[in-house]
């Protein structure tokens, strides 16, 4: 289940705070007025908007809202409750035969696994099933990729056009070096375009990007246990057999935690 990650708009937050507070602690609230300039402004976004256009389809490219919005969405991955599902399914196919199964699935909102318990209903070679499911993690996995691969260069071109601005602002002041007027706007140009591109590229695109890879990493990663379980439950595993070798998958915490919850349903039943 998706759930808002407040920790993406605390993490930005923070880091434009304290950016904010080392300008305040040298300069005072007036200070602000030295880091805002619409020239460094213009030449970063418009650069980095020109080279995204040039990058990427328009299809493509509408796909950045999107993307944007996953990375301040979280999602939650229950691995006790998804074995408990399997070690269910499991007593169920044991007890009744595989075929049982196919009324369970309407239960399951999980549409991978969905996939899986059909596909082991139908009498599906372990082989082949395995292989019709890594199949789909793949194209998952090359779908996340293509989605990131927008944050990727985005953060890739921003401190680009930010050395861009630096460029073009020292050569208006090497130009104008006996107008000694033009100076300080020509150097404001030249170093904060660099700042803001910095800013974007290491403070919203690249870690949006690392988190969204992350995710993808942990989600490939519960569907790895699903194909086991899956294949388990075909092949006839006794329950606990399966439950002991989706327990190799568990963190130590989480097995803890989970050993913990067995104890107190344990207890409760007694």
Do not use: C
């Amino acid at each position: 289940m998706k759930k808002i990650d407040v920790l993406t708009p605390i993490g930005v937050i923070i880091g434009f705070l304290f950016v904010g507070f080392a300008i305040m602690t040298n300069e005072g609230l007036t200070g602000f007025g030295s880091f805002v300039d619409p020239s460094s402004f213009f030449i970063v976004i418009g650069g980095l908007i020109a080279a995204m256009l040039v990058s990427f389809s328009l299809k493509e490219l509408k796909h950045m809202g999107r993307v944007i919005r996953e990375a301040f969405r979280n999602e939650d991955y229950d691995i006790h409750g998804l074995i408990r599902t399997f070690i269910k399914l499991s007593e169920k196919a044991r007890r009744e035969g595989l075929l049982a199964l196919e009324a369970e699935v309407e239960d399951i909102e999980d549409p991978f696994i969905r996939k899986g318990v059909l596909l082991a209903v139908d009498g599906i070679e372990p082989d082949v099933m395995t292989d019709i499911m890594e199949a789909e993690i793949i194209a998952l996995e090359e779908r996340h990729r293509k989605g990131r691969s927008l944050l990727d260069k985005a953060g890739e071109y921003a401190p680009a056009w930010g050395m861009i601005g630096t460029l073009i602002g020292l050569v208006l002041m090497l130009k104008n070096l006996n107008d000694p007027s033009t100076l300080g706007p020509n150097m404001a140009i030249a170093l904060l375009t660099t700042l803001y591109g910095s800013l974007l590229a290491n403070l919203v695109f690249i870690p949006m990007a690392s988190k969204l890879a992350m995710r993808t990493e942990n989600e490939v990663f519960m569907k790895q246990i699903i194909i086991e379980a899956v294949v388990g439950i075909q092949s006839g595993q006794n329950p606990r057999i399966l439950e002991e070798k989706l327990k190799v998958f568990m963190s130590h915490d989480d097995l803890m935690k989970y050993e913990e919850k067995e104890l107190e349903e344990a207890s409760y039943e007694a």
